[in-house]
């Protein structure tokens, strides 16, 4: 049924590739959707490389970490509004009118990120792309769900998480790519304005979600769209099943409006599937992955490597695995269950962290003392900072790990 949640497994991607190549027109709503995950993903890694080099360029912001949060915490508030007011545009002006939207505000931002003048600029930029993230993230998949056909309709949608992953691993690669390019930062910040402007130009010239339409009375319009996405023999069955969804939502707007939402809580079901819902996405934050993905390179660097391009390879490793744990959870999702493949991850999550923690309790409980006298220890081919300096006299190697002492 039009909007309903389908099963993706092997066959219904297997049926997706098939479907794609009988009918481009699906994929290209698909893809074009999915950027939006995209850029979601590519925002989340670019500012972990680029932060490196912003410190270096702005001296307030390296002798300041609260600028250091300001910078990379400003798109998860934006996010948050973005999010927010993004529904209400969903329903009020439709799925196309929100993603247009959210490009314009990601490419505005990544055009101010990439001239900004100073951290106060830089930060303004990173709320516009926060904004833009915010709308795509929550209305990307909703546009793939109602404009893809029923039976491959999860692995569309189950594409768009790995689009996020898969943008967080791309922007480590842009960042290692721009490290000796001239004004390094602002290349792989303003670089992210491109997929942004791609997704514009082709959003503008698809169709509105057939469901939306619908659900506004523009019942022709729908109708078309829809026999562009199936084969004729399957359209009339899905109008009517879109007839019937539509007329379901709307008798059960009316009836919810009557129900108080202490009286929800009360209810057992309700309150046990919201508190698994609400508590799975708590706990995911809480374990810290966004403090990784964000600050990759500048943990690398306080496990000890000084070289800004050192940290981003190494930080890619970090990405390339959490793109990969993205495919295998699209494969395993329906042979394993959710329970399970949650599980088993979890369990995963609570080992990697364990031994996060006992090796930066190690390497602080049994590192020597840092100081200029230490540093003279060393020849002058031990770091490439440490070669580098005039005189090695004034020189320390807390000064490669300056977040310490900020």
């Known amino acids: 049924m039009e909007g309903g949640i389908e099963k993706t497994d092997a066959s219904a991607f297997k049926e997706c590739f098939s479907l794609a190549w009988k009918n481009p027109y699906v994929l290209r709503l698909a893809f074009s959707a999915g950027i939006g995950g995209l850029l979601f993903g590519y925002d989340t890694g670019v500012i972990s490389g680029a932060l490196l080099y912003i410190r270096n360029d702005f001296k307030s912001v390296d002798r300041k970490t609260v600028l250091q949060e300001s910078i990379v915490s400003m798109a998860v508030a934006g996010a948050i509004i973005g999010a927010a007011v993004g529904g209400w545009l969903n329903d009020r002006f439709g799925r196309r009118f929100a993603i247009l939207l959210a490009d314009a505000l990601f490419f505005a931002g990544a055009v101010i990120m990439a001239a900004a003048p100073n951290p106060g600029a830089l930060i303004v930029g990173r709320v516009f792309v926060g904004l833009g993230v915010g709308m795509a993230s929550m209305t990307s998949p909703l546009y793939i769900s109602e404009a893809s056909p029923a039976k491959i309709r999860g692995a569309l949608v189950s594409t768009n998480g790995f689009l996020i992953t898969g943008g967080q691993f791309l922007s480590y690669l842009i960042n290692l790519a721009f490290t000796k390019a001239p004004g390094t930062w602002r290349w792989m910040l303003g670089i992210a304005g491109l997929p942004a402007l791609l997704q514009f130009i082709l959003m503008f010239f698809l169709p509105e979600s057939p469901r939306w339409l ?8 729908a109708k078309t769209i829809l026999r562009k996405i199936y084969p004729s023999d399957e359209v009339e069955t899905e109008i009517l099943a879109l007839k019937e969804l539509v007329q379901e939502e709307i008798e ?4 919810t409006r009557k129900i108080k939402c202490i009286e929800l809580w009360q209810t057992k079901t309700v309150r046990r599937g919201l508190i698994a819902g609400v508590g799975l996405q708590v706990f995911q934050q809480f374990v810290g992955i966004n403090t990784v993905m964000y600050y990759s390179p500048t943990i690398v660097q306080l496990a000890g490597f000084a070289s800004n391009q050192t940290a981003l390879l190494l930080s890619l490793v970090t990405s390339g695995l959490n793109a990969l744990g993205s495919i295998v959870s699209i494969y395993f999702i329906d042979r394993m269950g959710r329970k399970k493949l949650l599980i088993f991850s979890l369990v995963g999550v609570v080992l990697s962290l364990g031994v996060l923690s006992a090796v930066f309790n190690e390497t602080t409980s049994h590192s020597p003392a840092v100081s200029i006298a230490e540093t003279n220890h060393f020849t002058g081919y031990a770091c490439p900072d ?5 005189s090695h006299s004034s020189w320390s190697c807390m000064k490669c790990l300056k977040a ?3």
Do not use: D, M, P
């Open 214 to 221: 619908y659900r506004k009375g523009r019942e022709e319009e």
């Open 386 to 390: 440490y070669a580098s300096v005039a």
């Open 252 to 255: 059960e707007k009316q009836a």
């Open 404 to 406: 310490l002492i900020s």
